[in-house]
């Protein structure tokens, strides 16, 4: 693979944990990677929007599904690691009656675009995207401007696994929430973060990063205390799916600055799982839902 353009992105797709396959041997048959996904692109003609098609490779999933990913034309993966990406078609043509040219597949990683010449081994849900281009330019090694600063993302987790000494920064993705007092984080309507899949192992502990809640331009450990230096933290529960977070996950109780708020996986095994978080009160209450992926 080759990394094309660190990008400064303060919000980006999220692209987290799915299930993760154990290294398989030479004379077994690899499994597929049916936690990746291949988004080949649509354009408009003539007013009428048009899906690019990938006949191999993949299979389509239907509009009610794209829908829920908030994506639209999505084929999932067939194909083992290592395996050759498919190609997909398009008959878009650019100004001169050319038909636009396949460039390859990318993904946003860690905020840097990175182009794959295979099918990647992917350990959480991974979108890769169709690269076109209407003319024959082919992708060159980025020119990093000097000075560079790469920028932390607005809303993330940091991580602890057990027994790694290294933390992860997993990056969360805004979306619109019904719950209008939730607050708004700077985006003028009531958002929740989400991470889609995301990989748990026993023992895992995390804490919530987040801007938006006060006036600090870095993303800052949330909840954040109210002017009575209160905060809390609430694990929520649906009835409608029979579904407790306080079987997940473990909060502390914030009765003091001193007390981090650090939530602990419960589970005995790796578990994937949807997490939703909102904030209310000024940011000072923090409520997480997590599901297990279906």
């Not at 354009?43 to 994506?71: F, P, Q, R």
Request: proline share 5%; aromatic share 10%.
């Amino acid at each position: 693979m080759k990394k094309i353009l660190a990008l400064a992105l303060s919000s980006m797709l999220v692209i987290s944990g799915a299930v993760a396959f154990s290294a398989c041997n030479t004379e077994e048959e690899k499994p597929a990677q049916d936690n990746l996904y291949f988004v080949p692109g649509t354009y408009v003609s003539d007013g009428v929007k048009i899906e690019n098609t990938l006949s191999n490779g993949a299979t389509k999933l239907s509009d009610d599904v794209c829908a829920e990913m908030n994506t639209e034309n999505v084929y999932q993966c067939t194909l083992p690691a290592g395996a050759n990406l498919p190609v997909p078609t398009s008959q878009r043509k650019d100004k001169d009656d050319n038909l636009y040219s396949f460039n390859g597949w990318w993904a946003i990683v860690n905020a840097t675009v990175t182009y794959y010449d295979t099918v990647p081994t992917v350990t959480e849900t991974t979108f890769l995207y169709a690269d076109w281009r209407a003319d024959l330019s082919q992708r060159r090694d980025p020119i990093i401007p000097e000075g560079w600063v790469e920028v932390e993302p607005d809303h993330y987790l940091m991580v602890k696994h057990a027994g790694v000494d290294e933390l992860e920064r997993v990056t969360m993705r805004e979306q619109a929430t019904n719950m209008m007092s939730a607050e708004e984080l700077g985006y003028g309507y009531p958002v929740e973060l989400c991470i889609q899949g995301l990989e748990l192992k026993p023992g895992d502990m995390f804490t919530v990063y987040t801007t938006g809640l006060s006036e600090a331009e870095e993303a800052e450990k949330a909840p954040v205390e109210d002017k009575d230096g209160r905060r809390s933290i609430q694990l929520e529960a649906s009835t409608e799916k029979d579904n407790d977070t306080a079987d997940y996950l473990s909060a502390p109780t914030l009765t003091t600055w001193r007390t981090e708020p650090i939530l602990t996986y419960l589970g005995t095994e790796t578990g994937y799982y949807n997490i939703y978080i909102k904030f209310f009160s000024g940011g000072s209450t923090m409520t997480i839902y997590l599901e297990p992926m279906a």
